[in-house]
Every structure is written in structure tokens, then in C-alpha cells.
């Protein structure tokens, strides 16, 4: 088994931005202990976040314009800025799958379980998630590193993932006393 950590949408325009979420904002330090841990552990973190091109995204028939590529917007967040050896992908669809490269990525380092992280828990998180499970990827999510714009969709979304993907739902305190392969 190889795991590896999936970071999605730590941008600046989820935290403080345009969908500003105080929810996010509180989960970003147990995020870092995780990715620190990973990293100390050799397990390969990689950062998919949203980069959209104005106008031709789909998604903004639905949402304000968002994570704009090439803004500050679209920047992970200060604290959690990506370091040397992490693996950073840009994603124009809630799914980090979605052209991508990532599922190429994986395959390539050998990956076979995805620990996933970040926003929003029931729409990219999920999304990610669905296409993880039909990829036949493992699922692990620590649910104090998602979060949704509230405490019910944070429940519904962790609970349909369980149930509909076979996640295990967990902490990270809980993943980082797990023996690493
Ligand atoms: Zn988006």
C-alpha cells in the first residue's frame, strides 16, 4: 500500500476570499501538522487547486467568478504554501481528476490510497472522491481537514461518503499515529 496526501482548494479565495469560511480557516493548522508529518514520512503531497479561466468555466454558470488563474485568489494560502518536493496541479472542475494529470501522477508514484483534504467537503471533496472510487483508489478523509460552509453539510457530505465511496473517515492525530508504509 502507498499513500499519498491530496490537498484540494487551500485557496485564498476560499478562506478569505470570495467564499470567505471561517469553517476553512480553523482547519488549516491541523492541515499542516498532517502535511508536515507526511512529508517528514516521505509521502508525496500534492496540491490540486482550482485555476479557472474566465468566462468558458462551466462552473461559473453556477458560482461568482473564483480562484482566477494567475490571482492571488487562486493562491494557496500563506500558511500552507507548498514546499520543495511537493507536486502542484490546477483543476478547472470540482473534481481534482478532471484534466488534470493527477490520476497519470499516481499511477506513476505508485499511489493506491488517497488521504484526502481541503474544500469544500460536499462539492470538490466529494467530487474527488467519486472519481478516486471509480479509479479503484482507497479513500482515507480526516474530517478535521474538510470542511463545508456549515456543520450540516459538513455531516451529510462525510456521511455520504462513507457510505457511497467506502471512505474511511478519521482524524488526522488518528493518521499520524498509523504505522507508514
Ligand atoms: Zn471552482
Request: proline share 5%; hydrophobic share 40%.
Given at each position: 500500500m502507498k499513500t499519498t496526501i491530496v490537498v484540494i482548494d487551500i485557496l485564498n479565495d476560499f478562506v478569505?476570499?470570495?467564499?470567505?469560511?471561517e469553517r476553512a480557516e480553523k482547519i488549516i493548522p491541523t492541515i499542516k501538522q498532517l502535511l508536515n508529518f507526511a512529508r517528514d514520512n516521505g509521502v508525496p503531497v500534492i496540491y490540486v487547486n482550482d485555476a479557472h479561466l474566465p468566462?468558458?468555466?462551466?462552473e461559473f454558470d453556477v458560482w461568482p467568478?473564483?480562484?482566477?488563474?494567475?490571482t492571488w485568489g487562486a493562491q494557496v494560502v500563506d500558511e500552507l504554501k507548498p514546499e520543495k518536493g511537493d507536486f502542484v496541479l490546477e483543476k478547472?472542475?470540482?473534481?481534482?481528476f478532471q484534466g488534470t494529470g493527477l490520476d497519470q501522477l499516481l499511477r506513476e508514484l505508485e499511489v493506491d490510497t488517497l488521504i484526502i483534504t481541503g474544500l469544500v467537503t460536499d462539492i470538490c471533496i466529494q467530487h474527488t472522491a467519486a472519481d478516486a472510487f471509480f479509479k479503484g483508489y482507497k479513500i482515507v478523509v480526516p474530517e478535521d481537514c474538510v470542511e463545508a460552509i456549515n456543520a450540516r453539510r459538513q455531516k451529510a457530505a462525510l456521511d455520504y461518503l462513507k457510505k457511497a465511496y467506502g471512505c474511511k473517515i478519521t482524524r488526522a492525530g488518528e493518521i499520524m499515529r498509523t504505522k507508514w508504509s
Open positions: 478569505t476570499g470570495v467564499f470567505r469560511n468566462n468558458v468555466d462551466v467568478p473564483h480562484a482566477l488563474a494567475g478547472r472542475k470540482y473534481s481534482a
